[in-house]
């Protein structure tokens, strides 16, 4: 057998369960060649184990080795890796606590899972020069009205359902985790990076409400329309511009799109 044919079933061996390799392997001096396969298969699981709880280092704590251990196990084998970049085997982690049990039953699981590949996301997005405060003094006052935004490539914003963000917070300050609680209402959290920090907050309804709007290119008028709608319309224009100016100085906004001459 040629060395390739032999890697790609002695892969297919492991990645699939596949016992053809052992028509091509001797038994060992002290172990059969069944066993020593096995060891084979239990590195592979034992990394792939490593790789998740590398991404959700804070679900990790949270669970406890031995139930994140299970898990990942369930995980691992409901999605065999299909890239060889391992930053991105545990993406589908979130999807998989919410939709199996009995993990299903904790929603808490899947939003903390979802916050941490996120926050993930947000530190590996493209690079992109924030937009501040100073870039937008030329800007006549007539024309704020057309403005549009561009948000940074690396904001990500989550509907939450728990108080999955407090507990993250929690577990990061070493501290102990409150009780996972369903909120009477889900909140927005927006992810993004600031500098070369992965960051996230929760938002007001009325802010959530703005940064949809912003992200979907519609324009500083209309946007303070919308406010005027949401609550006291005299100071709607003036609740725009502080939201505005949190985000202009937090890097949330990448590049401003003008009307035209």
Known sequence: MKLKDFQD???RAILEDNDAILENLTD????SKDNLLKVYRDAYVLRLIDVVGNDHEHLRRYLGELEFAAMARGYIAANPSHNPNARWFSHRLPEFLRT???FAQQPVLAELAALERALNDAFDADDAVALGVCDLAAIPVG???ELAFVVHP???CLEASTNAGAIWMALKADAEPPVPVVLPAPVRILVWRQ???AMFRELSAEEAMMWQLTAEGTNFGDVCQMMAVFDMAETAPARAAGILKTWLET?????VI???A
């Not at 060992?28 to 172990?31: I, K, M, T, V, Y």
């Not at 890097?251 to 590049?255: A, D, E, K, V, Y």
């Open 143 to 145: 024309a704020w009205s």
């Open 195 to 197: 500098g070369a920090t």
């Open 100 to 102: 199996t049990a009995p």
């Open 258 to 260: 003008a009307p035209a």
């Open 28 to 31: 060992g001096a002290r172990e």
């Open 9 to 11: 079933r002695f892969q």
């Open 154 to 156: 690396s904001a990500i």
């Open 251 to 255: 890097g949330l906004l990448s590049r």
